[in-house]
């Protein structure tokens, strides 16, 4: 089966960065290799809602996208050859506290949720302090 896991979460102070790692496996089950998929980051803070923070297009040209609120800080790439998608988020802030989750889909990026497959990884916890 297709399996997603999250890593690269911490405790780091404001101003601070981390990078994380979303590792793929089983792809080949799937009928498609890992590089056809879109793969997305979202995050879910305490008393919150998922949102969407980036997301990076399948194939050798991927296009990244972010939402207003990481723009300038976050930087999605993604190693093909290693069926791995990084997020690199710098300047961190204390409102960034939740936990990441990353997701694939397939036909183009998106910020919502329920457009991606049920390939949803557990998550890996990122604390920002002041």
């Known amino acids: 089966e297709v399996q997603l896991v999250e890593s690269g979460g911490g405790l780091v102070q404001a101003g601070g960065s981390l990078r994380l790692s979303c590792a793929a496996s089983?792809?080949?089950?799937?009928?498609?290799?890992?590089?056809?998929?879109?793969i997305g980051w979202f995050r879910q803070a305490p008393g919150k809602e998922r949102e969407g923070v980036s997301c990076i297009s399948s194939g050798s040209n991927s296009k990244s996208y972010y939402t207003d609120y990481v723009k300038g800080r976050i930087t999605i790439s993604r190693d093909n050859d290693k069926n791995t998608v990084f997020l690199q988020m710098n300047n961190l802030h204390v409102d960034d506290t939740a936990v990441y989750y990353c997701a694939a889909k397939l036909h183009g990026c998106s910020f919502i949720a329920g457009r991606y497959l049920d390939y949803w990884g557990k998550g890996t916890q990122v604390t920002v302090s002041s």
């Open positions: 089983g792809f080949a089950a799937s009928g498609f290799a890992f590089e056809d998929y879109d």
